[in-house]
């Protein structure tokens, strides 16, 4: 197999929408390429290095907007079936990420898929809970796939998608409405990438599933004994799970014909035996070119099946690939807006040509509005590429800003070092508070954000004129030292002179208050604004 793959070499692939499905396992990777139903190009690599993934990296630049599927067909899984207490299902969602935390390492890529509820008692909820170890050939293998301009839709693994690969298998083997599935299930898959590939379904759920690497790989007699040997280990195994009739067991195998030319079914207690090369296979599932008769290995198959579905059974993502699939719903959320918007303004410019058919008069007009929508158009293309690529990094950004810098931006940190300037010799009558929105502040605008105007009322005690004016200074100068990257000012002081020499204060000229004189002339606005530009800082 592995040379006809890299006999394929890129070749023109006809035109048409398609997409790519890398099996990942740990002897290797196998990528195919297909279109609806058929698979036009497949392609083996030993290992991530760029050496063996040279094809690869042409193949997916050759349809740089086709999606990549990542199948992992990796030793390193883990399947735990979890009952838990009948809450909501707000809150049961909560209880699942906790358990994924403390049962599965920090590193692994956890998930996890809903199987059912139970109808009676307490009202339980079942849950599959599935972890992925995360070694360096996997990392190396997703980050490959990543960092392409192609979309990545996420990480299926190969026993959990197996699911409704075998329910197909079944469909065809149980055609009519009587002749039922049985209640177990064993396919048992030889894959390139990995080795044998056992997947156990009770009911149409999974409940187990193991790899296992042939020893004599080469010899189809060792390969057929092997398989053997390991299916009645697996019965053994299934036996303390329930299994307790053979007869209730429906064994697939997908293997050569070689392997099944010596592999005896009288050696396999079970209710139904079935074996399928990759060929057979892939012509009983309308898989168009997914195995040809001298293929050995099935990876191809399963990869054309799950490749034709919509949507994994449950797609994994890494916090890395994660952003990468919330950056790309964001990307295609403003491409369909864009697009609406763009439906919208050519159905206008339809339904205005049509009124303007009967109305040669307005013509000239409707021609006019035509292009002005147009232009309007193509603006709106323009600005929709000017949208940021690294959403992330933005998002990132503004949250170390607030945190480094939380004074500018948390009124309450603001309103307490306004407090500690005021020292008790002033009472505050009116206080405003605003923030302007640092997106919206253009280049030629002010690029002050922060505005706070206090109006205070003097209760500095009974002095001299000049110590009055003085303490009533003081309170300016420690506003402008609490508030150094502020513009400071203030309305004008009590007690200065007027224009016409007279004192604007009600202090007399032995420099006593009167009683009961709180009139406007004791009271001075204080006005704080910033924090200042600061040059090659903030680019206004």
């Not at 177990?184 to 759920?205: A, P, T």
């Not at 398989?227 to 019965?235: A, C, L, P, S, V």
């Amino acid at each position: 197999m592995s040379e006809a793959m890299a006999a394929e070499k890129i070749k023109k692939i006809p035109g048409g929408s398609s997409s790519f499905i890398l099996m990942v396992g740990d002897e290797g990777a196998i990528l195919a390429q297909m279109q609806k139903k058929r698979v036009v190009r497949r392609l083996f690599a030993q290992s991530p290095e760029a050496v063996h993934t040279r094809a690869f990296e042409e193949a997916l630049a050759s349809a740089p907007h086709a999606s990549v599927t990542m199948l992992v067909d990796m030793m390193d899984q883990s399947y735990v079936r979890q009952t838990l207490p009948p809450v909501s299902s707000f809150s049961v969602g909560k209880i699942v990420k906790r358990r994924l935390d403390k049962d599965f390492s920090r590193n692994d890529i956890k998930g996890y898929l809903i199987l059912d509820r139970e109808k009676t008692g307490r009202r339980d909820w079942n849950y599959l809970m599935v972890s992925l170890a995360n070694p360096a050939l996997l990392q190396k293998w997703i980050s490959f796939a990543s960092e392409r301009s192609n979309p990545f839709k996420g990480i299926g693994l190969v026993p959990l998608e197996s699911q409704p690969f075998i329910a197909a298998i079944s469909q065809t083997l149980h055609k009519s409405k009587d002749d039922k599935p049985l209640e177990w299930q064993i396919l048992v898959s030889h894959h390139k990438v990995g080795g044998f590939r056992q997947v156990v379904l009770r009911n149409g759920k999974l409940v187990f599933t193991r790899m296992a690497q042939p020893i004599g790989e080469s010899n189809p007699e060792v390969i057929a004994g092997n398989i053997e040997q390991e299916m009645i280990n697996t019965q053994e195994y299934l036996k303390r799970m329930g299994l307790t009739d053979p007869t209730t067991l429906c064994v697939i195998i997908l293997a050569s014909s070689e392997i099944k030319a010596v592999l005896d079914p009288k050696n396999i207690k079970a209710g139904e035996f079935h074996f399928f090369t990759p060929d057979e296979m892939a012509d009983r599932m309308g898989l168009v070119d997914a195995a040809f008769p001298e293929d050995h290995f099935g990876d191809v198959v399963i990869s054309a099946f799950i490749g034709r579905r919509r949507k994994l059974t449950l797609a994994l993502h890494t916090p890395y690939t994660s952003k990468l699939n919330m950056l790309s719903l964001y990307i295609k959320g403003v491409r369909a807006t864009a697009a609406l918007i763009a439906l919208g303004i050519i159905g206008w410019m339809g339904m205005t040509f049509w009124d303007a058919l009967g109305a040669q008069s307005d013509t000239a007009d409707i021609l006019t509005k035509q292009k002005g929508l147009k232009t309007q158009l193509e603006t709106i293309k323009v600005q929709a590429k000017t949208l940021p690529k690294q959403i992330d990094m933005y998002t990132d950004i503004t949250t170390l800003t607030k945190a480094f810098y939380k004074q500018r931006y948390d009124a309450l940190v603001f309103v307490k070092t306004f407090t500690n300037a005021l020292q008790d010799t002033a009472l505050v009558q009116n206080y405003h508070w605003s923030i302007s929105d640092t997106l919206l502040i253009k280049r030629d605008k002010d690029p002050r954000q922060i505005l706070a105007e206090v109006d205070l009322r003097l209760t500095i005690p009974q002095q001299p004129h000049d110590q009055y004016i003085a303490s009533a200074q003081d309170l300016i100068s420690r506003f402008k030292t609490t508030f150094p990257e502020y513009d400071v000012t203030h309305s004008e002081i009590p007690g200065l002179l007027s224009d016409t020499k007279e004192l604007r204060t009600n202090i007399d000229e032995h420099g006593s208050t009167p009683e009961g004189a709180t009139s406007a002339v004791d009271t001075i606005k204080i006005t704080v604004k910033g924090p200042q530009a600061q040059a090659g800082k903030n680019g206004h």
